[in-house]
């Protein structure tokens, strides 16, 4: 659906994305080819917070490396080191020219806020690359490996900057947030320089203290700029009078087809009460008790269903999901049993303390006590109906 010049892209899972119909003038055969908008929706959708648990093994594994690593003497890696960063140069350097075809054309056709608010078209190659780069974070923490290996300092900067940006572009990556699209090509652009000096540097070529001060610095700068445009980007627009689902984007004259749910205001205020309904029965567990922008907890009118409408609950659980049950669950039986053997003298008390806030941090975390509340609702729809009140 065309929307003035703008277009909306819709998936088979809830939710939609609009965005800037921009086509690539010149995509390789490969790149059509291997791209499918809406693979890697479902895909970030599914499994954007495994970035999470990259992230910590990421942390742990510094630790278990500079530990391994401390009695030994530094590894001679040149040579993987040189092939290493000229491949991220090359993947940069294409990034960088592909991403910047997408730029140059919303900034000479379009305002800021719209490079800020308006995504790219997820059908576009530019996407790819844009997709790539979330991916690209993962791969990016080898440079870490190779630090360890050379008994290099890993500094507080340059281990929190890897794990917060992962995790950062894989959940922006879900909706294709607009702002991105700065980030995205000015870290390419930076990384084309940075990848490249890497590897000349690796290779033995001596450069002036200038040019290592300035490729720090381009990336402090770039840094600071993607914080102000995301910023800009997060701040609501208005409510000029016109009702927009924020769902599927959908218009419509009568106010007795919207709900106001949450306490979001202006554009983010208003949903359809069909779109509400879908996004209950199909959105993740946690997003279904509360408003993913404000936290504002949805009020519900709990009533029983006819025993004919009676069914099985709808939890929609991944493989992921059973493992996590399945740890909660060793969890909550390793901490009973510890208390038992503690009332019955087999444990000394400091003892019991340690183990039950080292048991405690898998069990009654606020995020997992959360889930389980949102599945308990869940389990509940199977014989009532929960209707979402609105706040107004």
Known sequence: MTVGSYSTWRSSAPGSIIYIP???????????????????????????????????????GIAVLQRYMKNKKPLNLRSYLIAWNVFLALFSIMGTYRMGEEFVFVMKTRSFEDSVCLAMNPDDVSTLWACSFVLSKVIELVDTVFLLFKKKPVIFLHWYHHAIVLVYCWHAAVILTAASRWFIFMNYAVHSLMYTYYALAAYGIRFPRIISMSITTLQ?????????DLGFSIQDVPDDGQIQCKICYGESDRINEFLAPCKCSGSMKWVHKECMTQWMDQAPLLQQS?????????????????????????LNLGGWDMVEIFLDLYSTFKLIRNTIYTIQGKRGIFGHMVYFFFWRAFIFSNSRLRYYKAMGKKMALAIFEANIQGVE
């Open 220 to 228: 402090t700068v770039q840094m600071l700029m993607s914080d102000k």
């Open 290 to 314: 509360q408003c993913n922008t404000c936290k504002f907890p949805y009020k519900k009118c709990w009533s029983l269903k006819p025993v004919n409408k009676w069914g099985w609950p709808k």
């Open 22 to 60: 921009y086509k690539t003038s010149h995509p390789f055969t490969w790149e059509t080819t291997v791209w499918n908008a809406e693979y890697a929706y479902l895909f970030f959708n599914n499994y954007w917070h495994y970035s999470i648990y990259f992230a910590i093994f990421y942390v742990l």
